[in-house]
């Protein structure tokens, strides 16, 4: 019935408010429970729901194999019943993780099935977030002119958007980020210094000040322009330490061997790489 249906549904809702809260232990016991109920029910959506739930909590653990496990069996679910939305957003998650397992063209192809469905419903934000993760995608494997061309697309969603600032400087980063890779150094900084010029920015996100500032004073580095390359540096470090960024505190350090090496002071670089690695 129409109440029982809807009573599976809050309970699915729970069981994600106990994931959200980090009680992982009431999180997998409400999870399997819901679950039990939803399939004597045959209810797609609550399935669907339950699986996504455990997708989320596997992904945040980083499990992924599990949460791509669960991702295929929430999309399947709503699948059967046309949730579009519900659909391409699992089909998206499914995409992300096999992006992470460097199975770049089953990424892509599950990538471009979502777009298909949020481009039906109108979703610019999942749009925006789709194309963002094929330009990661092309990165990867050194094709830098189809980066750009999806981050521009990926823009040009955001520009639908209200409140979009957030996505907007990982954007001008990204775009910064392939032209750096690409070795075109002075359009990478000129992406860099968009976002850095943006008033508020280190109040409003200083992990991605401390993530663009350390990228620039790179990009800066290999264009032998070292002025504040140092400070820049010392900065990014010191913001990523605070906050225990631990992939931001790696990136940051191999930063600084590469600096180091450049004046030559050679054991301080290698310290700075050492230690890099073992956190990695």
């Known amino acids: 019935s129409e109440l029982d249906t809807l009573q599976v549904r809050s309970l699915s809702n729970l069981a994600y408010q106990s994931f959200k809260f980090g009680d992982t232990l009431l999180f997998k016991k409400q999870n399997k429970e819901?679950?039990?109920i939803a399939e004597k029910l045959n209810d797609s959506y609550s399935i669907g729901d339950i699986h996504w739930n455990y997708a989320s909590f596997y992904n945040k653990k980083q499990v992924y194999d599990s949460a791509y496990y669960h991702f295929y069996l929430a999309h399947s679910s709503f699948n059967k019943k046309d949730y579009v939305y519900e659909s391409a957003k699992t089909q998206y998650g499914m995409a992300f993780i096999k992006g992470r397992f460097k199975d770049y063209s089953g990424s892509e192809v599950l990538t471009f099935k979502a777009i298909d469905k949020f481009k039906k419903i109108e979703n610019y934000k999942s749009l925006f977030s789709c194309?963002?993760?094929l330009g990661s995608l092309q990165n990867?494997?050194?094709e830098y002119d189809r980066s750009l061309f999806y981050h521009n697309k990926a823009l040009e969603y955001l520009g639908k958007l209200k409140?979009?600032?957030t996505q907007y400087t990982a954007s001008l980063n990204?775009?910064?980020?392939?032209y750096l890779k690409k070795k075109d150094y002075v359009k990478a900084i000129k992406y860099f210094n968009q976002v850095l010029d943006i008033k508020n920015i280190k109040s409003q996100n200083i992990k991605h000040y401390a993530r663009v500032l350390s990228?620039?004073?790179y990009t800066n580095l290999l264009i032998k322009d070292t002025i504040d390359v140092a400070n820049h540096l010392t900065e990014a470090l010191h913001i990523r330490d605070s906050l225990n960024h631990k992939s931001g505190i790696i990136i940051s350090k191999m930063h600084f061997a590469r600096f180091l090496a450049y004046k030559q002071d050679t054991v301080k670089a290698i310290s700075y790489a050492e230690e890099a690695n073992s956190l990695a």
């Open 163 to 165: 409140n979009n600032q």
């Open 140 to 142: 990867d494997i050194y």
């Open 174 to 178: 990204n775009i910064g980020n392939t």
């Open 131 to 133: 194309y963002n993760h």
């Open 34 to 36: 819901v679950l039990t």
């Open 215 to 217: 990228n620039k004073a």
